[in-house]
């Protein structure tokens, strides 16, 4: 009917399917009916296709249009039909939102499924609702406009606070910096002063080199004066010196001459006189002679005599030496040195073998003690697990031990977390098992950061440090919203399959590590069953499998229980080409290495049993040890004694040998002792040796008598030579002087024609230099410039801040020198300028951007503030509206109810609209909350709302499915009649109240604008179909008046050839 109807019918006869067909119809989404997502679920049980047919009035004059919607089963898709043309998803939906229907929003199309979660709306959601369903997407937008606008401004106020800030910031920091600026200032005027007298100095250094270079102008020419009247003395000289040395050549003739007749008898006399010499030395040779040959007679006796008694004395050495008794004991000490070798060798074999024994043993109780000591440890357990996992676990530990380090977690802006398996606390032990099944290597070796700019960091650490580890990023380390994976049906069906809750809950860790393990390992869909989830997924896999699946569209994954205590991980993963069929994974659980537990006090007494056992053990074997060490030190003493002993006496086995031999030898000795002697003649060798004397007596004198004859002819000639030699010494002398006065004078010449040279050279070095001086005077300090216009030298402004300097090089360097030392004693430190300077920058930055946010920003906040005022009158009047209608039909009911809007400032995102009810006198409204009332009075109250809603709603029909449950019979009646008032008139929208009942005597019915559509679809409703004749019933009804006055009923049968429409009317 074109108002109120009613859908009445028992449960499981199909009303909500004509809530279904209503919607997917209008081409609303499947989730809104909270059912299936799959379009083709929606198609009768036992037929493989269907469809839903629509007819939209369009308004008077108008043509109504036809929506037809074609589904197949197992199929998403479905097939759109507008006035019988094929038409899309899209152009229906336009169509539909023209009539201005609202099928997604709860306040005028409320399912059966989504009845709980319209009582279940926050303050928030409400508002939301009904700006849809009151205002239109208009208000709902606005609202969102306005949502982000003031996100936007109060961004820009968050970002001019934080610029004003640092501008007060940087403002300190340089008003802390002015003392220092300050003597920064004097440091630079002093250095100021140090430069000037600097460039002062280059042009003291020009008028020093002026004053030297014509200083050195006038030496010069002095000096070629000079050299002329040195030139003009030096002629008569040389005319002198020729004639000297004339002189010189004759006599030196003349003693050439003398020389050569004197130098044959010189040679004369010297040969006699090296004769006379020959022959002396032969006489004193042989006197010497005579004189050794009884010295000789004396030592060849003595030889005799030692090589006699050298001999006797070997020959009665070796009598008494007896070698095979020395001999034989060298033997008896040889066997005796082996076997005590050996038994020290098997004696120190003995006691190494217990020293390692013991060494091992000591390095067990170590070992043991540490595994006692780590045994509470369980967080050490874990990095001891990680380090023996291989490179990457080792990696993970290093730098976690790194962040740990003194300043380095300062580095980042946010929290780093890490490794993940030392982060996670498993408030569930007998879960760990699962945790390490179910969280991957790469993930449970993992760091996490909180901004980019901590990942960008983390990362360059990893590089730096040559580390393999993966990094993850959780923006502000924030839990994001997920949409639930099973709805409270399917969860309520799920604990009574033995569902002990998802495997997230057996974990406590931070935000950010628990989001990590979400995206990555699904703990939060990551079911735990008993062994009753086992036991239902054998008896039942496709019904257990879909209870399992819940919401989830490309599988699922959890944990169950064998009937033996151990743990089976099983996955469903629905096929994409398969029809959504649903594959199914079961491996066996491997026990946990990395998550351990805490102590175990049995573990505890078993390796404090093994400590012990172990500490035994070492000071037995100690004990042994020094022991054997004893016995071994005995034996190793004996062997050296031995040892000792033998070699001496192998010594004295040689000695035998070694005297045979010296015996020879000095037998050999004295033999030649004895020939020397006989041979030796005494007094004839003297015989001979005294007329050899005589002789060379003779030859001498003989010699003496011809030297002196040659001596008085070489006389008379050195006479004359001596003569000739002093004549030749004085012509040298005069030549001598006379060389030497025109040497000097030559010399004198030749110098000063150097110093000519020189001073001429060194001129024209000087004059080079004061040029070089001048440029540098003038690159350096330019005291001159040339006037453009006139070409003419004019004074710079270097020139008058020099005029004031002192013009001494003494005076200025001292100036310099001061100045530089009063720059000295003021710490240089010229990053104060400069942060000084980029500072005073920054805040004329900060605040030019400031003023230009401010300017820019005052359009945005006109407009801000245009919408907030339209917008919020907007809502307070609706809310007023809605309030007087609610309480007013609450009132009717003699209970309370109040609407209000929740307003929070800006927040506009936390805007909502509060119900307030009472269900008892005296009792003041209080909100209407699941934890508060009961299903049948927040049933009332949201169909009041709704009702309430209704005469502001701009929807040309609303549908309620079952929203009378739970409610008692008076209440029933009091909303019954409140939805037919509001629901019957010329003006009323549409309405669809979908009922499994109603109570008899409801007299509201009885109105023209009512009518009543009986559901009784399904094999099993009639218990004999056949036999029901539903024209009987209506002759019978209408007999007794059961239709009621003025009603039409409308009746129809599954049989098409027997469908009629019987109307009742009263006469």
């Not at 990893?462 to 502000?476: E, H, P, R, V, Y």
Request: proline share 2%; net charge neutral.
């Amino acid at each position: 009917g074109p108002r109120l109807n009613v859908v009445i019918g028992p449960n499981g006869t199909g009303k909500s399917s004509i809530v279904c067909a209503i919607a997917l119809g209008l081409g609303a989404h499947t989730r809104l009916l909270g059912r299936s997502e799959n379009l083709g679920e929606f198609v009768m049980q036992g037929h493989d296709d269907g469809f839903v047919e629509i007819e939209l009035f369009r308004g008077e004059g108008r043509p109504n249009s036809i929506i037809k919607r074609c589904l197949v089963r197992g199929k998403n898709s479905s097939e759109w039909i507008l006035d019988g043309k094929k038409s899309t998803e899209k152009i229906v939906q336009a169509l539909v939102e023209r009539t201005g229907a609202q099928v997604g929003n709860l306040c005028t199309f409320l399912p059966q499924e989504k009845v709980g979660e319209f009582s279940g709306f926050d303050s928030v959601q409400l508002l939301q609702e009904c700006e849809k369903a009151v205002g239109g997407p208009d208000l709902f937008r606005d609202h969102q406009n306005l949502t982000k606008m003031e996100s936007e401004l109060g961004q820009v106020e968050r970002q001019i606070e934080s610029k004003q800030k640092r501008v007060e910031e940087l403002q300190e920091q340089n008003k802390a910096l002015e003392r220092d600026r300050e003597k920064m200032e004097q440091r630079e005027q002093h250095l100021k002063m140090v430069d000037l007298c600097e460039k002062r100095l280059l042009w003291v250094a020009f008028e020093e080199g002026q004053a030297a270079v014509v200083a050195v102008r006038d030496q010069r020419d002095a000096a070629i004066k000079d050299l002329q009247e040195s030139e003009a003395r030096l002629a008569p000289l040389k005319d002198q010196a020729k004639a000297a040395k004339a002189a010189l050549m004759k006599q030196d003739k003349k003693v050439e001459g003398y020389t050569k007749e004197s130098d044959p008898l010189r040679k004369q006399y010297d040969q006699a006189q090296a004769k006379v010499g020959a022959a002396l030395e032969k006489v004193e040779g042989y006197k010497e002679e005579i004189d050794n040959l009884s010295v000789r007679e004396k030592e060849a006796a003595r030889k005799v005599k030692d090589a006699s008694k050298a001999l006797a004395h070997k020959q009665a050495v070796l009598e008494k030496h007896d070698g095979e008794a020395v001999k034989r004991e060298v033997g008896q000490l040889k066997d005796q040195l082996k076997e005590a070798t050996e038994a020290y060798f098997t004696s120190e074999d003995e006691r190494m073998q217990v020293f390692n024994e013991t060494k091992k043993a000591n390095q067990e109780v170590k070992n043991a003690k540490h595994a006692l000591d780590a045994l509470g440890d369980a967080n050490g357990k874990r990095v001891a697990s990680l380090r023996q996992a291989g490179r990457q676990g080792d990696d993970a530990v290093r730098l976690r031990e790194w962040l740990d380090q003194e300043g380095n977690r300062g580095n980042f802006r946010r929290p780093v977390h890490g490794p993940v398996a030392l982060e996670l606390d498993v408030v569930e032990p007998k879960y760990m098992d699962l945790l390490e099944q179910q969280i991957s290597w790469r993930v449970m070796t993992g760091f996490v950061t909180e901004c980019e700019e901590d990942y960008r960091k983390l990362k360059q650490v990893l590089a730096q440090q040559k580390m393999s580890i993966t990094c993850f990023d959780i923006n502000q380390g924030k839990l994001k919203d997920t949409a639930p994976s099973h709805s409270p049906q399917q969860l309520a069906a799920l604990e009574g399959m033995g569902f002990l809750g998802f495997l997230e809950g057996a974990v406590q860790c931070p935000d950010a590590i628990k989001q990590l393990v979400r995206d990555h390992s699904n703990l939060h869909r990551c079911l735990i069953g008993d062994e009753r989830m086992m036991r239902a997924f054998n008896e039942n896999r496709q019904a257990t499998q879909k209870v399992l699946m819940g919401n989830l569209k490309g599988g699922f994954q959890g944990f169950m229980q064998n009937p033996d205590g151990r743990w089976s991980q099983m996955g469903g993963r629905a096929s994409a080409y398969q029809n959504g069929e649903v594959s199914i994974s079961i491996k066996q659980v491997n026990g946990k290495r990395f998550l351990q537990e805490g102590e175990d006090p049995r573990e505890r007494l078993a390796r404090e049993a093994v400590v012990a056992d172990k500490q035994a053990l070492f000071a037995a074997g100690k004990d042994k040890h020094d022991e054997l060490k004893r016995a071994s030190d005995g034996v190793k003493l004996q062997k050296e004694k031995l040892s000792t002993h033998y070699e001496q006496r192998r010594k004295d086995l040689s000695i035998g040998k070694r005297l045979a031999t010296d015996i020879a030898s000095y037998q050999n000795k004295l033999e030649a002792a004895q020939v020397e002697a006989q041979q030796l003649d005494v007094d004839k060798e003297r015989k001979v040796l005294v007329k050899k004397v005589s002789m060379s007596v003779n030859k001498r004198l003989e010699c003496l008598e011809a030297a002196q004859q040659t001596l008085v002819l070489l006389l008379d000639l050195e006479a004359k030579l001596g003569l000739s030699k002093l004549g030749l010494e004085l012509a040298k002398d005069a030549f001598t002087a006379k060389k030497r006065r025109l040497e000097e004078e030559e010399q004198s010449l030749q110098g000063k024609a150097d110093l000519v040279v020189t001073l001429k050279s060194q001129f024209k070095q000087d004059k080079d230099k004061l040029k070089q001086v001048r440029k540098a005077a003038e690159d350096g300090a330019a005291i001159f410039a040339t006037d453009p216009d006139t070409g003419e030298k004019v004074d710079t402004p270097l020139r008058a801040e020099m005029e004031g300097l002192p013009i001494d090089r003494a005076t200025v360097v001292a100036n310099r020198d001061a100045s530089s030392e009063a720059a000295a004693n003021i710490h240089d430190n010229p990053q104060v300028i400069v942060q000084y300077n980029g500072r005073k920058a920054e805040v004329a930055k900060l605040e030019a951007e400031i003023s230009a946010i401010q300017g820019s920003d005052g359009g945005a906040r006109a407009s801000f503030e245009a919408l907030k005022d339209k917008w919020t009158s907007a809502i307070r009047t609706t809310a007023e509206k809605l309030n007087v209608l609610f309480a007013s039909y609450m009132g009717q009911l003699q209970y309370s109810g109040l609407c209000q809007v929740h307003e929070e400032g800006n927040q506009f995102d936390k805007w909502g609209l509060n119900l307030l009810v009472s269900y008892r006198q005296g009792q003041a409204p209080v909100l209407l909350k699941k934890t508060v009332q009961s299903g049948g009075e927040r049933s009332v109250a949201t169909i009041m709302f709704l009702m309430a809603l209704q005469d502001m709603v701009k929807s040309p029909f609303r549908v309620v499915d079952e929203i009378n449950q739970g409610m008692d019979e008076r209440n029933e009646r009091l909303v019954f009649k409140r939805i037919v008032e509001n629901s019957v008139g010329a003006t009323r929208p549409q309405y669809f109240l979908i009922t499994p009942k109603l109570l008899q005597g409801l007299t509201a019915m009885d109105h023209e604008d009512v009518t009543v559509l009986f559901v009784f679809n399904g094999p099993w409703n009639l218990a004999k179909p056949q036999q029901w004749d539903l024209e009987n019933f209506f002759d019978v009804a209408a007999s007794n008046g059961a239709g009621g006055a003025g009603k039409q009923s409308r009746a129809l049968t599954d049989d098409p050839n027997r469908k009629r429409r019987v109307d009742n009317t009263e006469d």
